[in-house]
């Protein structure tokens, strides 16, 4: 099935200038960042990868978010993911953050749960989104309540959102992909067709079908060994149905393979290249270490973001990361293993190397 979004890919090869930077040893800032908007939330996941922070009800301050995408913007940063612990559109002011972001220069996308996705938030964000991606994990009413934790009611809310969504982006010719997301878990493999049958026809870019991905400090453990690679490979033979020209179906085989395997690099290198601030202004270096204070890098209400990034307290974190932690501790696949395979075998390169 076709990947034309390159979820299981890396990128960092389309920023061959910052990447030279980090080859010499330079002070590299990173090229995304991801940002919570909010801590609370709406629903309650079985599959929650935040469920050990106890969705505190607290929304990032405005206009300090508006002044670390500025200072960030201004060293290179590229995009921002607007997803985080929580519900990104609890946050009362999420339309002029987003807004903000993409006036600024910085590529800005969002993950949501989409119950919240009303026509009018739709119209106040789309024209400044790369992307959006809204997280349905079942196929039908009853299992989508029990998978998210939320009302039955929810589940039609959300197509009946991503509906109109398509609507105004097609009205307005936005340049926003618009995708649905689904964790493949136990509880919900079986209904996976049924998701794909639901939103195939409304307009969706894609929909996507990716592994749980455990935060190595959640409450949350997932079991696939019930699972069959016979069932696993059927589900996939019967999703490439749904596949069109104008509707992709993205089976994302290299993440579920990386759930069985160790890590094939033995530090993470990806941290300069990424960032992590939460809803209460921490910066960590990614989500592994969120609420982990050993780890904390520093907070945007207190300092600036390049004092933070320069910072001794930043270097003395990545130093013990790169001295002290097993990689293979970190979630399975994560969002920076890609760019960790790439830069370690460049920094450790195998035979014959110049034989291309």
């Not at 930043?314 to 760019?339: A, F, G, H, T």
């Amino acid at each position: 099935m076709s990947n034309d979004f390159n979820m299981d890919g890396q990128k960092l090869i389309y920023h061959i200038r910052r990447l030279n930077e980090w080859v010499k040893g330079e002070e590299v800032y990173p090229i995304y960042a991801d940002i919570g908007l909010s801590g609370g939330c709406n629903q309650r996941c079985i599959f929650c990868t935040f469920d050990y922070l106890d969705y505190q009800p607290v929304s990032i301050d405005t206009e300090c978010v508006k002044n670390f995408i500025g200072q960030a913007a201004a060293k290179g940063l590229r995009s921002v993911l607007y997803a985080g612990e929580g519900e990104p559109l609890l946050h009362n002011q999420v339309g002029e953050i987003i807004e903000f972001t993409k006036n600024k220069g910085v590529d800005a996308a969002l993950s949501t749960n989409g119950v919240l996705l009303n026509k009018k938030i739709a119209g106040r964000i789309l024209p400044y989104l790369s992307w959006v991606r809204v997280s349905i994990n079942a196929g039908t009413p009853k299992k989508y309540s029990f998978i998210h934790g939320a009302k039955p009611d929810d589940f039609k809310q959300v197509l009946k959102n991503l509906k109109s969504l398509v609507k105004i982006r097609d009205k307005n010719n936005y340049p926003c992909a618009i995708g649905a997301q689904s964790l493949l878990l136990p509880q919900n493999y079986k209904d996976i067709l049924n998701l794909a049958a639901a939103v195939s026809d409304i307009g969706v870019d894609y929909l996507t079908i990716k592994p749980f991905s455990r935060h190595p400090s959640s409450k949350k453990k997932f079991d696939y060994s019930n699972i069959s690679h016979k069932e696993l490979s059927l589900l996939k033979e019967k999703l490439s149905v749904y596949q069109r020209s104008d509707f992709k179906v993205i089976y994302r085989q290299r993440s579920l393979d990386k759930t069985r395997g160790s890590k094939p690099y033995k530090k993470c290198l990806g941290f300069s290249f990424a960032t992590r601030v939460t809803a209460e202004g921490d910066i960590f270096p990614c989500i592994a270490f969120e609420g982990k204070r050993g780890f904390l890098l520093g907070n945007i209400y207190q300092s600036s973001f390049d004092s933070i990034w320069e910072g001794a307290r930043r270097k003395k974190v990545i130093d013990k990361i790169y001295s002290q932690w097993d990689v293979n501790n970190c979630r399975k696949p994560c969002r920076l293993d890609e760019i960790n395979r790439y830069l370690w075998n460049f920094k450790n390169p195998p035979n014959h190397v110049n034989f291309i």
